[in-house]
């Protein structure tokens, strides 16, 4: 690989190494609660704290997004509610990290805790309290696949098995938690620099969640230091840093914590399988039923892409 000397020398520049001119430290403050509607927030002495050069919260950011135009159900901060522990609730940028902390420390929020749902099965049974008040019993999409006669498979099987599997949800854990840095020009062009690995969806998804032609944001992949998937969607530090840079008029650079990579992360959903096999005696298979449940979490996400 042309890029392994510097890897291995430790030359080569990841999200986090990069630095920009007045460039100022981005913070996001995350919800404690699974499922929350918020009753009110104040941002107001985090705004005034000096070194704080930006405060955005939810009613600044109301356009939702998502991988697919099925699926765009997210905002960059929460508008009405929060949907999962970890989910975005205001975002802050300062000439510092202890700064910045501390202004998230002042937002006051107050919250109408409402009943949550943990396990997918359960949920789907759910009459109230959903997720997404569209979104009945709190599905998100559902398909169904036929192909030939499964009946007549059945019926022509020596054995059948019927399994299930239950598939625990999983974080990739890269060595390289999510980061990003945004900076617009002084013609208003966006520049994001992000370990992301879907550079094109991120420039669209900034476009439309910025309300910006997609000609005027960049978006530049420097090295990734591991994403194996976890990466592959767009992550909403990356959007929060865009639009703190865009209100600070300064650039700003967002880097996950650990805790906050397993907030925020998109890894493998945890997946039920319910498995029905029929087999002939000399090992072929005459039919395979299955029903497959994905828990995608509180946004749909890349969860309709896998699950069909």
């Known amino acids: 690989m042309i890029d392994s000397v510097d890897k291995v020398t430790g030359a080569g520049k990841y999200a986090d190494d990069l630095d920009l001119p007045g460039m100022l430290v981005g913070k996001v403050l995350h919800s404690a609660h699974p499922h929350a509607r918020i009753r009110f927030l104040d941002t107001s002495a985090a705004e005034r704290l000096a070194g ?3 405060v955005v919260a939810g009613r600044e950011t109301p356009i ?3 991988i ?3 699926g765009h159900d997210e905002t960059i901060f929460a508008a009405d509610k929060v949907r999962y522990i970890g989910d975005n609730v205001a975002g802050v ?3 510092s990290e202890a700064v910045a902390e501390e202004a998230l420390r002042l937002i006051r929020v107050d919250y109408e805790v409402l009943p949550a749902h943990f396990d997918p099965e359960k949920s789907m049974l759910a009459e109230t309290d959903l997720i997404h008040a569209d ?3 709190n599905i998100e999409r559902e398909y169904h696949h036929h192909f030939g006669d499964v009946e007549e498979g059945f019926a022509g099987a020596d054995y059948i098995r019927e399994d299930r599997f239950d598939c625990a949800e999983v974080t990739h854990a890269a060595l390289e938690p999510h980061s ?3 900076a617009f020009d002084a013609e208003g062009s966006l520049t994001v620099w992000s370990s992301t690995q879907v550079p094109y969806y991120l420039m669209k998804t900034l476009a439309s969640t910025l309300d910006m032609a997609e000609e005027r944001v960049r978006v530049v992949k420097p090295l990734v230091g591991g994403g194996f998937g976890g990466k592959s969607e767009v992550i909403p530090l990356e959007l929060s840093a865009a639009v703190l840079a865009r209100k600070a008029g300064r650039p700003v650079k967002i880097t996950y914590t650990r805790e906050e990579v397993f907030y925020a992360h998109r890894g493998r959903p945890r ?3 319910e498995l029905k096999t029929g087999i002939r ?3 072929t298979l005459t039919a395979v039923e299955a029903r497959v449940i994905q828990d995608g979490g509180a946004y749909s996400g890349c969860g309709v892409v896998s699950i069909v």
């Open 93 to 95: 940028a300062a000439e």
């Open 68 to 70: 697919l135009p099925v």
């Open 180 to 182: 990003t840095l945004a």
């Open 64 to 66: 939702k997004y998502g």
């Open 52 to 54: 704080v050069h930006a």
């Open 281 to 283: 005696r000399d090992g």
């Open 135 to 137: 979104r009945s019993h």
């Open 271 to 273: 997946t039920i399988i």
